[in-house]
């Protein structure tokens, strides 16, 4: 069950999963601090195996969205659909379970443990392990997913290497694999390339091709070249609400998306 | 990579900020792969970029407040690198942070004594000093007993600057001054820096907000993923240029 | 209802009064200290569990210093400095080069300073406590008690070394670079404020305010090399209870536990009555861990 390798996703324009019924849907989602709303009845759908990059200015409101759809706030107002199901205001690890994962924008790896263990805490989380006595070693499928996960962000070859050793580059790329080893539905990675020099943002950038495979992603990022080459998709916030949606031609050729980067 | 073509005696006198191939640090988290770039004195020099590519990591490590790994700093010729920052302030180095960082509990008139009360400013530079910045800001003459954490965005956003004018700095540091405020604020701003510059007060300006930059700075550096990528004078480019978009825009 | 009255009338209503009147004076010799105390923690963040310790040697200046001098008021004061510098001196050496660490650190290095200063108290002054006379021997009648002047005298005096010291901080340059520096290290910085010289300069009135109580008490129950232990621990409880940081919620809280340790004794044995001060501290604790006073930074 490894992870294949790097096959072609598709090129992003092509406007794939747009036929699937979507696997996150939020009706009128409205987050309000005291006077100021952060969120404003925000109606946003992305479809299955979908790469999505949600963009905007300062204070747009992207972190409270992301915070929204991984149960770390809770929304004053409207409703998050997930695959189905309704999963408005419940806690972040119920949401975890349903599916999805999110990696953060400050690395949030345990530095005193291996590459490997990192991984495999997250593995096991989805198995309810009531048994304490048997050795980590024993349970062959948590295991395997934790290799396939470090296959797939290329960290297998350092899987006994101490967290804290790693480079900034390869411990974002743990982060995701921490994130992957969840088995998630949707996986919402927050700025991951934040901090990396040209060179790792290469390397990031073709580890989630590698990974939209199979996978429904949404990416919050400040990096256009990231957000062109590898999105399907792009939502543009503004003030808390949704500015424009499109291909990543359309929101180029947006002369209003540009004004508000740009404050003309 | 050429400097602007305007102010010769600029170019050849020994710029008042030198910034010399630094690499600055986070932790693991390398944001500064190699930064240079210069203000001459009394010049308004803009440093535009996104969110995130070392913006005001850049003047953070000028003012002292984080240490380069590598590369050097000079302020009027002289190496300050690894000096810290309450030196760098008596030298000259005014610093507005992005969040305006205003002390909250204290007064308007406290927190320009902040930078008011030092060693050789006797009673008629206090009074010139004060006068000078309630002119600029009249709204804080009228607010001078309110406690810092009632004013507006904008008024801190002055506040913030009036404080820095309180140490008669030679260079002022500005990280983002329009982010959060008013579309009408930001016209605004843009005298405030045109009246400093006026009083010969070098600005380095940081800002996401292209049209006022270009119009307020002399010269422009452009930044992406903790490097310099673009240099020129301001008025050789416009919002509209491919190299604006490309850094810049979607 | 008889029993009520009778209870009623075997209150000692003059017993109450004249400890009332201890409460309030004890109380603000203890506000004195964890005035001191509470000042380093709020500004610093530094545990000082060497402040009993400069409470002990501030008492033995003053007794060094009046035998000199022969004048108590001036011992009070020459006392205060030398223990102020002495203070500037220790922090200096023990706690900036701690700063930044973890705060485990500087318990852990103040925690051995009082070490080193109770046992060199000890090696240098020896075990036999020593005695200071009160400045002012005169006396008033309480009920049926002769009561000492100077105990009112240093109710007043530690009121006014702490109303000076609030004036200090609200009117003052330094005290608004100390205000500053509190709310925000780094922008204080960025304004020119010397912060490693604010810490120090906050360290040195910590530690005068110390040893002025240390003074002001030795009349009282003479100067050991142990004084510095009991009162310590009661000015913790008092900050705790009081609120970390907070000057007012402090003192406010010192006289209260004083006077309820007053109003114990009448019942109790003083040595019983002391369970009070922590019975006053596990409740706070349990119900407002804050502080019973505690206001927002």
């Known amino acids: 069950m490894s992870a294949a390798a790097a096959i072609d996703t598709g090129s992003p324009a092509d406007g794939r999963g747009a036929l699937s019924s979507p696997l996150l849907k939020t009706e009128l989602l409205s987050v309000r601090f005291g006077g100021l709303a952060a969120l404003s009845e925000v109606n946003f759908q992305v479809a299955r195996d979908e790469v999505r990059a949600v963009i905007g200015p300062n204070g747009a409101g992207k972190s409270t969205f992301f915070n929204c759809l991984t149960g770390v706030l809770r929304p004053t107002g409207g409703r998050i659909m997930f695959d189905g199901e309704e999963i408005t205001g419940l806690r972040s690890n119920l949401i975890s379970q349903k599916g999805i994962a999110r990696s953060y924008q400050i690395t949030n790896i345990l530095p005193n443990a291996s590459v490997l263990e990192n991984v495999r805490i997250a593995a096991q989380s989805r198995r309810h392990a009531w048994n304490m006595f048997s050795h980590h070693d024993t349970f062959a499928d948590i295991n395997e997913k934790t290799e396939a996960a470090l296959q797939a962000v290329g960290l297998l070859g350092k899987a006994h290497e101490l967290a804290a050793n790693l480079s900034h580059g390869e411990q974002r790329n743990l982060e995701i694999g921490i994130a992957l080893a969840t088995e998630p539905k949707l996986l919402c990675l927050d700025e991951p390339t934040a901090g990396m020099s040209a060179a790792e943002t290469g390397e990031t950038k073709e580890l989630i091709r590698r990974i939209a495979k199979k996978l429904t992603i949404l990416i919050v990022e400040h990096d256009m070249e990231v957000v062109m080459e590898l999105c399907h998709r792009i939502t543009v916030l503004h003030y808390g609400q949704i500015l424009a949606e499109g291909t990543p031609q359309e929101i180029q050729d947006n002369p209003r998306v540009q004004e508000v980067y740009l404050k003309t | 990579m050429s400097t602007a073509n305007g102010d010769a005696a600029a170019e050849s006198a020994t710029p008042l900020v030198r910034v010399d191939d630094v690499h600055t640090y986070y932790g693991k988290s390398h944001i500064l792969h190699g930064v240079s770039l210069t203000v001459g004195r009394g010049e308004v020099v803009g440093l535009l970029g996104r969110n995130g590519v070392g913006k005001s990591t850049t003047l953070k490590t000028i003012m002292g407040l984080v240490q380069p790994s590598r590369g050097t700093v000079a302020f009027g010729g002289n190496a300050i690198t690894g000096l810290p920052p309450h030196k760098l302030a008596r030298m000259g180095i005014g610093y507005v942070p992005e969040d305006r960082r205003i002390f909250r509990l204290l007064t308007v008139m406290e927190n320009l004594r902040t930078g008011l009360d030092r060693a050789g400013v006797g009673e008629d530079k206090r009074k010139a000093l004060l006068d000078k910045v309630f002119a600029y800001f009249p709204v804080l003459a009228e607010r001078r007993s309110q406690a810092g954490g009632t004013l507006s965005g904008g008024e801190q956003q002055m506040l913030a600057i009036a404080r820095a004018m309180m140490l008669e700095p030679r260079i002022i540091l500005l990280d983002e001054p329009t982010e959060g405020l008013m579309p009408r604020m930001v016209s605004q701003i843009g005298q405030i820096i045109e009246a400093l510059h006026d009083e010969g007060i070098a600005i380095l300006l940081v800002e996401q907000n292209v049209p006022l930059t270009l119009q307020a700075s002399k010269r422009v550096y452009i930044m992406e993923k903790g490097l310099v990528r673009h240099h020129c004078a301001a008025s050789e480019i416009d919002v509209n240029d491919a190299v604006i978009k490309q850094y810049l825009g979607v | ?297």
């Open chain 3, 1 to 297: 209802m008889g029993a009520i009255v009778e209870f009623l009338h075997s209150i000692p209503i003059d017993l109450l009064i004249i400890q009332t009147v201890n409460g309030i004076v004890t109380g603000m010799i203890l506000a004195l200290v964890a005035s001191g105390l509470t000042l380093i923690f709020g500004i610093m963040d530094v545990v000082n569990f060497a402040h009993g310790e400069l409470f002990m040697l501030g008492a033995y200046m003053g007794v060094i210093a009046f035998a000199v001098t022969g004048n108590f008021w001036l011992a009070l004061v020459l006392a205060a400095l030398i223990i102020g510098l002495f203070g500037a001196a220790l922090q200096i050496v023990t706690l900036r080069p701690l700063i930044g660490r973890d705060p485990l650190n500087t318990i852990l290095a103040t925690f051995g300073v009082s070490l080193v200063l109770q046992n060199y108290a000890l090696w240098q002054f020896g075990p036999v406590a020593r005695k200071m006379s009160e400045p002012i021997g005169a006396e008033f009648t309480l009920f049926y008690l002769q009561y000492p002047w100077y105990r009112i005298v240093i109710a007043v005096l530690s009121g006014a070394i702490i109303g000076a010291l609030w004036l200090f901080l609200k009117f003052s340059k330094f005290g608004v670079w100390i205000r500053a520096t509190t709310q925000d290290r780094v922008m204080a910085q960025a304004m020119g404020i010397p912060v490693p010289l604010v810490y120090t300069g906050v360290f040195a009135l910590g530690a005068a305010m110390a040893a002025a109580s240390g003074v002001l008490f030795a009349p009282f129950g003479g100067v050991d090399s142990s004084m510095g232990l009991q009162w310590v621990l009661e000015a913790f409880i008092v900050v705790v209870v009081g609120g970390m940081g907070n000057l007012a919620g402090s003192i406010v809280a010192a006289i209260f536990i004083s006077l309820l340790e007053a109003y114990a004794a009448v019942w109790l044995n003083p040595s019983q009555a002391v369970i009070v001060s922590f019975v006053v501290l596990i409740l706070t604790l349990l119900f407002r861990p804050t502080g019973l006073f505690a206001t927002p930074k």
